[in-house]
């Protein structure tokens, strides 16, 4: 089936190809895995809801993104992930064409819905806990590592239900239970677990934006019937922050002594430079780094969030109590990046102050971004190559430059670049006649 042949050069809904397949680099550029250290690894990355489809087989329930789909207006044409790319059923042919290119890592998440479908209240599923021990075993077999996610931005949509999802600190319990079975079933074989893929991107999307489930937003964000998109991202970070630490510390104390895994979690990582030479761009470029990645590892590298987050979010942070700040501190084994491209940073505290800059009114005014806003484009030129997605571009230093941040700001902590890829949907779609 042609579109099976593209199936890892094409991912774009919820999270997207990592690293780059042997086979195209030699295309491309001649370069041979050879000239990679050993042990490095060429790997690709997927999300359950992104791949799996059979969204209510054996026993699976709805999860948020199941229902989020299937509300009219929310995803462009009516698309939904209900057969995807039939992984679910196809997952031997799947792990075939990883290690036919060469593949020697793949990062897939765990449906909590498809394990257990009620959370802590229900059972568990264990038609879809054999589906991911199979899938395990099969990568095994054919010398790919598998790095497990445990949560990638979907959960049961009774939990949103009852709850209200992240918001309420309930789901901490919830998360940890659900981790707590991955770990019991699938531990043994799996050496590298992610407890929750992106919370920075979940907390933007779900919660300022409204382009994700649960579609909570405010103006001048979004036009939701229900949010706050100055406060709530702010709540569901710091429940998704200590859900992690929880997790982590249940694995280390029960699982990584007799299993010798890892553990760490994954944020999106854009790389900023400032859009004019000035202090206050370059200050506005180190902000949108803080109120990104390190909003989520600074916390669970040095027990805090930045100070410079408090200082223009003030009280609407949430603070740790003691127990919590030794909870969370040091609670990853390692780093997880995914890079995309770099943007321009401006600075909207001048600017809106000082030059009445309706630029600057679209949310850059808000503390919630740290009071600034990123482009593109400067003056007309774009920072780097087009790609598919109008925010991505492809910019190569700006890797080396965000490795280099993380580096420095977190003491040389072990690290994996988990995603990184260039978009191009309009070459895909073009090659099967789409125009």
């Known amino acids: 089936m042609k579109s099976r042949s593209n199936y890892f050069s094409c991912f774009f809904l919820l999270c997207l190809l990592l690293f780059v397949s042997v086979n195209s680099l030699e295309e491309q550029h001649n370069v041979k895995s050879s000239q990679f250290p050993d042990g490095f690894l060429f790997g690709a990355t997927t999300s359950a ?26 995803i462009k044409n009516g698309d939904n992930g ?14 075939e064409l990883m290690h036919s290119i060469g593949l020697t890592a793949y990062r897939f998440s765990i449906s909590w819905s498809r394990v ?13 806990v054999t589906f991911y ?3 395990i075993d099969s990568l095994l077999l054919k010398g790919i590592t598998p790095f497990v996610t445990v949560s990638h931005h979907d959960h049961p949509q009774e939990l949103e239900e009852r709850y209200g999802g992240w918001l309420d600190p309930i789901m901490q319990e919830e998360f940890t239970h659900f981790a707590q079975i991955c770990f019991e079933r699938f531990g043994d074989r799996v050496k590298h677990w992610i407890t929750i893929n992106e919370p920075n991107i979940l907390a933007e999307m779900g919660y300022v934006t409204g382009n994700y489930p649960p579609a909570h937003c405010s103006r001048p964000f979004g036009n939701c019937s229900a949010g706050n998109s100055d406060t709530e991202p702010l709540i569901v970070m710091h429940n998704m ?56 590892f600074d916390p669970l590298v040095l027990g805090d969030y930045p100070p410079e987050m408090r200082k223009y979010l003030g009280s609407l942070l949430p603070r740790f109590t003691s127990d919590e700040r ?15 491209g770099t943007l321009y940073a401006k600075d909207c505290i001048y600017s809106s102050c000082v030059c009445s800059d309706s630029s600057c009114t679209a949310g850059g005014d808000h503390p919630i971004h740290g009071y600034l806003i990123t482009l593109g484009e400067k003056d007309g030129v774009s920072i780097g190559e087009r790609t598919g997605m109008p925010r991505f571009f492809v910019v190569p230093k700006g890797m080396e430059e965000v490795v280099d941040y993380m580096k420095k700001r977190y003491h040389n902590k072990p690290m994996f670049v988990t995603e990184n890829d260039m978009i191009d949907i309009s070459r895909h779609f073009k090659s099967y006649g789409f125009r």
Not at 82 to 95: G, K, L, N, S, T
Not at 252 to 270: E, T
């Open 133 to 135: 021990s199979k899938l």
């Open 326 to 340: 030794n909870l969370i501190k040091n609670s990853i084994d390692f780093i997880g990046i995914n890079h995309y």
């Open 82 to 95: 209900d057969i995807a790319d039939d992984h679910y059923h196809r997952f031997q042919e799947d792990v």
């Open 241 to 296: 922050l200590l859900a992690h630490a929880k997790a982590a510390k249940l694995y280390r104390d029960h699982f990584q002594p007799k299993h010798g895994g890892l553990i760490g979690i994954v944020a999106n990582a854009f790389m900023y430079k400032p859009l004019r030479d000035n202090d206050f761009d370059r200050d506005a470029a180190n902000r949108a780094l803080v109120f990104t990645t390190a909003w989520v």
């Open 49 to 74: 809801y992104q791949i799996e489809g059979a969204f209510l087989e054996d026993g699976k329930g709805l999860s948020n993104w199941d229902v989020f789909s299937h509300t009219k207006g929310r």
């Open 116 to 128: 257990v479908p009620r959370g802590r209240s229900g059972k568990v599923n264990f038609a879809g």
